[in-house]
């Protein structure tokens, strides 16, 4: 008898609780699925993970995938929380599945209909089932594929542009999967899951809300109840085939909060999250509240384009699928990071929150790296040791340290000692060599927005350009950052600032992320001969 037949009689039954959404999800089973819940409301557990498993047992020998956004986000994240789901449902890795290698022939296990020529970057079930991991900065991942199913975790991540022309044309099963499940309501499916998207061009996924027949949901979910009610197989049989032929051809789409999974979770959680998130953040990530939009910002040419994702693949995949060691994220895993140049900072300072931003450049263009930010009660000393622990591995221990007159004042996050030495101070305890560079003193608001929109649309200096996986609160707070005319006529909207640090504070989302990310872009723009020299302290305004 082979391994399979004796993994599957082996199999424990137990009574397991799904909360409403993903009750509601498993009776549906839709073939085309489409789920923005919020934290905490079993995303891994109750919806992706059961999924896969229905897929890999409903069509033995069958070619699906999961799509990351980014093979580190898939290393760290979303396989570690697949794989804890699936431990939960008695489904165990080197006993019914294997990661990244062919199995042994001597285990017996089924054979895939479409065999691999190798077996890295796959999940190998004992049935013959093998689900890919596919990510998006990987190009190519998709081609000369022929899946049955996909499953997107973390989708407001993908580029769904991407997805449409490198992915979806590859969800067309092969010869003989088309013979064997054609029919079937899983066949050619796809679930894509993700919490309450925040910028502007990952909102993507919220249209299909509208795109939702929900007579078809409800028919499905009657005819469940018929069935289920029902003491005929014959009658049954009939029914199920009914829904099937309805599942194949729906769309279903749902929302879930925090609240849905309330049973699991407790209150206490969610009070505590009451208590120690921003008002923001508690309706976005909590309670899955769609964020508002300011259609006429301080920096109205920002887009889409401007966002890069780069993480160095060859390290991460060196890993092995070692999720342990993956759990230590550092610059290692950044594929941006130029190792025969300096590193260029700029701060922000407030008694609540403290902002540093890292960027290099190129002839045309300034990359913003990474953004890192505390919040009290920890001050600058620990901003800036966090900025050394990420980049200690980086071989080239230099900084630009852009600054301002703000920098030059009493520091109120600190001590009474300034905010650049303060600054300087802990770089060279951790063995950086800092080059200070005075930009002066702050100026106009309008005349930093004229600068700074010119290089957004790529007209004058270099072109802005973000990684988008290691600054999505900056991304967010230059997204919505807004204007106002004060006395010295048009402003950035900094009236969040002024509030003391409450939960409706919004802390990271405010502008004090733009103020850094603004010094930086001056300095590294209007002081380019800096970057690469010997510390300076001219400067262009006065």
């Known amino acids: 008898m082979q391994k399979s037949s004796k993994v599957i009689s082996n199999i424990n039954r137990k009574a397991i609780y799904f909360n409403r959404p993903q009750r509601m999800a498993l009776h549906v089973l839709a073939n085309q699925e489409y789920h923005v819940w919020g934290r905490r409301t079993g995303k891994s557990h109750g919806l992706i993970g059961p999924r896969l498993l229905q897929n890999i047992y409903m069509m033995p020998g069958s070619y699906g995938a999961i799509i990351a956004p980014t093979f580190k986000m898939a290393l760290t994240q979303i396989l570690p929380n697949i794989i804890q789901a699936w431990k939960f449902f008695g489904f165990y890795e080197d006993v019914h599945y294997v990661i990244n290698r062919k199995p042994p022939e001597k285990w017996g296990w089924d054979k895939p209909f479409l065999e691999p020529k190798n077996y890295d970057h796959l999940i190998t079930c004992h049935n013959g089932?093998?689900?890919?991991?596919?990510?998006?900065?990987?190009?190519?991942?998709?081609?000369?594929?022929?899946?049955?199913?996909?499953i997107v975790d973390e989708a407001r991540y993908i580029n769904y542009d991407r997805l449409k022309t490198e992915t979806i044309p590859a969800i067309s099963g092969s010869i003989e999967t088309i013979k064997r499940y054609k029919n079937h309501p899983r066949f050619k499916s796809a679930l894509y899951c993700t919490d309450m998207p925040r910028l502007k061009k990952s909102q993507w996924i919220l249209r299909f809300k509208d795109e939702m027949d929900w007579g078809k949901v409800?028919?499905?979910?009657?005819?469940?109840?018929?069935q289920a009610r029902s003491k005929s197989k014959s009658v049954k049989a009939q029914l199920q085939?009914?829904?099937?032929?309805?599942?194949?051809?729906?769309?279903?789409?749902?929302?879930a909060n925090i609240f849905d999974n309330l049973k699991v979770i407790g209150e206490k959680y969610i009070r505590e999250q009451k208590r120690v998130l921003p008002e923001f953040e508690f309706n976005t990530s909590i309670l899955n509240i769609k964020p508002g939009k300011v259609e006429q910002g301080f920096y109205p040419a920002l887009q889409g384009f401007h966002y890069y994702t780069a993480n160095d693949n060859k390290y991460l995949q060196d890993l092995d699928y070692n999720f342990s060691k993956a759990r230590k994220v550092d610059c290692r895993m950044d594929a941006d990071l130029d190792n025969s140049q300096r590193l260029n900072i700029a701060l922000d300072y407030n008694a609540n929150i403290n902002w540093l931003v890292v960027g290099q450049h190129n002839d045309i263009q300034m990359n913003t790296l990474k953004s890192f930010f505390v919040k009290t009660p920890k001050r600058l000393r620990e901003l800036v040791a966090s900025f050394c622990q990420y980049y200690s591995p980086h071989p080239y221990k230099e900084v630009n340290y852009?600054?301002?007159?703000?920098?030059?004042?009493?520091?109120?996050?600190?001590?009474d000692v300034d905010f650049k030495d303060v600054v300087t101070d802990e770089l060279s305890k951790h063995g950086w060599k800092v080059h200070p560079v005075n930009i002066g003193k702050p100026i106009a608001h309008n005349l930093k927005h004229f600068y700074i929109d010119q290089a957004l649309k790529g007209e004058r200096y270099m072109l802005p350009m973000f990684n988008r996986e290691n600054n999505e609160e900056l991304i967010f707070a230059l997204e919505q950052t807004g204007v106002k005319i004060g006395k010295n006529g048009f402003e950035k909207d900094k009236s969040g600032e002024k509030e003391p640090e409450t939960p409706e504070n919004q802390l990271q989302y405010r502008t004090d992320a733009t103020d850094a990310w603004d010094t930086l872009f001056l300095g590294m723009n209007l002081h380019r001969d800096k970057i690469n020299t010997a510390s300076g302290t001219t400067s262009a305004f006065v």
């Open 241 to 255: 085939k009914m829904i099937d032929e309805l599942r194949g051809e729906t769309l279903y789409y749902s929302e």
């Open 218 to 226: 409800q028919l499905i979910l009657q005819l469940r109840k018929k």
């Open 129 to 150: 089932s093998i689900v890919a991991i596919i990510s998006q900065d990987r190009v190519g991942t998709s081609n000369s594929r022929s899946l049955d199913y996909i």
């Open 402 to 415: 852009f600054y301002d007159s703000t920098a030059l004042k009493s520091n109120y996050a600190v001590s």
